[in-house]
């Protein structure tokens, strides 16, 4: 008996959110195109999944997005331009993105929040298993988050949600899982599993069942989309992904894999802060002049 469940095919970018909390930067221009150092945050994810296995994205936008869709597809003008001035180097990198990936887009009418935004791709994923990507944590790891996750449902068929550790203070920010007692599956996973019992979307810190934090990436059976339909608005008048993956939980397994890698939180200004510098320092191109700077800056 053939026991490997249906292959995750498809990757869902929410990018409706209106990036408040970038502004100005973010009056005119997606959040998801801030640069960390020269890439937009977006084209990190999309390239984790890529590297994971992943082709088929499908990016739910909202108003003013447009960067989003021109940024993934030909620009004929910078092409001729580039081929023109014999930039055969920079021609390639604006090649690779529009050759990258077969890329569709829905629009989230109203801001209704996450899970909101992922029944939105409902029509253009299937009946079938999904991974969700969260542009605004990028994930800095040898192993692409994503096929750390995907491993784990590949041994199980169950959805995956991926969490890290965060301290006591900051754990309000984020969904958070009660682990059950329950043995996990057994394997060599990225990292440990746990089966999830229940979750809690932004807890106090007191009430918090543990101090596993939900990082933006999730594989998920298309289950989720009938507990989404049913799922009514939570935290902050939202429809939350995490009151769905609840619901989900009660119905079938579902296990939370603690990611192997550093996670940035570039939705935060000192997160988006913290990745650019990290981010330049690991690079080639960059990386010695950079540290040489930032080692004679004065206090
Ligand atoms: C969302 C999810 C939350 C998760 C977080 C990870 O929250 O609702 O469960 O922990 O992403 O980044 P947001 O950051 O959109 O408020």
Redesign the pocket.
């Known amino acids: 008996m053939n026991l490997m469940p249906p292959r995750v095919r498809k990757a869902v970018f929410p990018a409706a959110g209106l990036g408040t909390r970038f502004l100005p930067a973010t009056k005119a221009q997606p959040k998801e195109m801030l640069a960390l150092v020269d890439k937009p945050i977006i084209q990190y994810g999309v390239e984790e999944a890529l590297a994971s296995g992943i082709d088929n994205i499908i990016i739910v936008t909202g108003r003013g997005k447009n960067a989003i869709e021109d940024h993934f597809d030909v620009s004929y003008e910078l092409e001729k331009i580039l081929e023109e001035k014999g930039k055969t180097d920079l021609l390639q990198v604006v090649r690779e993105i529009s050759d990258m990936i077969h890329v569709s887009y829905i629009r989230q009418k109203e801001a209704l929040g996450?899970g909101h935004a992922v029944l939105t791709a409902r029509e253009l994923v299937g009946e079938e298993p999904f991974a969700v990507l969260?542009a605004?944590?990028v994930i800095d790891a040898p192993v692409p988050a994503l096929r750390q996750m995907l491993d784990v449902y590949e041994a199980t068929g169950a959805s995956v949600i991926a969490v890290q550790p965060v301290p006591r203070e900051v754990i309000s920010s984020?969904?958070v899982i009660n682990p059950s007692p329950d043995q996990a599956p057994a394997g060599r996973f990225a990292g440990p599993i746990a089966r999830i019992a229940d979750l809690v979307?932004k807890p106090r810190p007191a009430d918090a069942p543990s101090d596993l934090?939900?990082?933006?990436r999730y594989v998920l059976t298309p289950a989720i989309f009938d507990c989404l339909e049913r799922t009514q608005r939570g935290a902050g008048g939202e429809i939350?992904?995490?009151d769905a993956l609840r619901m989900l939980a009660r119905r079938e397994p579902m296990y939370a894999l603690t990611l192997a890698g550093r996670r940035h939180?570039t939705?935060d200004k000192l997160g988006f802060l913290q990745a650019t510098v990290e981010l330049a320092l690991k690079r080639a191109d960059l990386g010695e002049p950079f540290r040489a700077y930032l080692r004679a800056l004065k206090p």
């Open positions: 996450l969260l605004d944590d984020y969904g979307e934090a939900v990082v933006g939350q992904l995490t939180d939705g």
